[in-house]
């Protein structure tokens, strides 16, 4: 989070525990997704012989993936990676503060409450289900090379589930097939946002940047940081050496015009003076060398 404009810069706690505030906003704008507030997450059923005691924690497991689902689809675990110990603390949070309101012992439910948060979270489910559909159309037409149709597959897919990197991702490899570099390497810049250690994004920048003939942004802005993630993949290895190889190509071409330049102007100057070419054949004549030659 940058410090307000013309104010001192934050410190690494003070970003820290802005980011964990915003965090918990999203959290708890998660919590009061019902008319009735958060507490209706956890309202008990109105007539407990009618419904199964081990019903109410299947129904409450349920409802727990589908806003961890919801979650993360917002970022709440933007740039963590799954299982590490930071990644594991949010989630724990995410589910303290669940059950806090999902318990019996919590405050009073709102009349209809809790089915209105499992419509909301069960339509959001659906979204991200149509997203995914979208996306594996998407790949079918990238893999058949019908570049259009796909790229407009991934953009339908986002409009379902915007917070999804690997939409825009995909979306760029496309778009890079249809020569839209500029769109693509937006797209790769939106799902490293969203996921900051995606490498299949940083290669994909890479290759929209190589394809535009930008070779250095290439390499630094791609290709080096999807090879950083993943030391041991190939393909990113064998790109970032053919942007190396663009690289030291371009500067040769460059010092090539410059000696060719500079030769030019030499030229032009020993036309422009008369007594050039005599001087010069007389240093020609003196070497014995020549003279031999000549003789």
Known sequence: HPAAAGGPP????????????????????????????ASSMGAPSPNPQQQPAHQGDKDEGRLLDKFLSTLKSRGFFAGLTEGTPEWQQRLEKAKAKFHVKFSPGGAA??????????DRLAEEAKRMEQAEALKVQGNSKLA??????????????????PNNAVYY???AAALTHLGKFDAAIADCRKAIELK??????????GTAHFQEGRFQQALDEGYKKALELEPNNEQYRQALQMAESRILD?????????GAAAGA???????QDPDAMARMADAMMSDPAFAQMAG
């Open 250 to 258: 371009e500067k040769a071409a460059a010092a090539m015009a410059s």
């Open 109 to 118: 439910p709102s009349p209809g409450g809790d089915s209105s948060l499992r």
């Open 196 to 205: 900051p250690d995606f490498s299949k994004a940083y290669s994909r920048l």
């Open 265 to 271: 102007a030499d030229m032009a100057s020993m036309m």
């Open 169 to 171: 991702s995909n979306r």
């Open 144 to 161: 058949a090379k019908n570049f259009s149709d796909a790229a407009l597959c991934y953009s339908q897919a986002i409009a379902f589930h």
């Open 10 to 37: 934050l410190s690494q706690e003070e970003a820290r525990r802005q980011q964990q505030a915003a965090h918990d906003q999203i959290a708890s704008s998660m919590m009061n997704l019902s008319p009735g507030g």
